[in-house]
């Protein structure tokens, strides 16, 4: 059974940057295409980034297109989000979900999640 466990989160002031991580367990994570997503208080979950399995392809939501950096290193079984030029707006909890299948931004694809890294941006 495949286990994500998100980190990295915390407090940054805006136009900082973090990278979360999402490590894998129980099995090799490259069969396996990776999303991330993002829930903010009030909110619905929404499609941040997405990486395929060989990470030859990436898909960016356009509120994050140029500031942040999906990437994946399947020797270590895990996928990377460098988030850069942080704003208030992307404060939110941060999930990691898997999916055999296509990369995609759509929730209800994946079949795998992990339980969030919390990311708030405030000065």
């Known amino acids: 059974q495949l286990q994500l466990v998100e980190s990295g989160g915390g407090l940054v002031q805006p136009g900082g940057s973090l990278r979360l991580s999402c490590a894998a367990s129980g099995v090799t994570l490259d069969h396996y295409a990776v999303g991330w997503f993002r829930q903010a208080p009030g909110k619905e979950r929404e499609g941040v980034s997405c990486?395929?399995?060989?990470?030859?392809?990436?898909s960016y939501a356009a509120a994050v297109n140029g500031r942040f950096t999906i990437s994946r290193d399947n020797a270590k079984n895990t996928v990377y989000l460098q988030m850069n030029s942080l704003k208030p707006e992307d404060t939110a909890m941060y999930f990691c979900?898997?999916?055999?299948?296509?990369?995609?931004?759509?929730?209800?694809?994946?079949?795998?999640w992990g339980k969030g890294t919390k990311v708030t941006v405030s000065s």
């Open positions: 990486i395929s399995h060989s990470g030859g392809s990436t």
């Open positions: 979900a898997a999916v055999w299948g296509m990369a995609n931004l759509k929730s209800n694809f994946y079949d795998y």
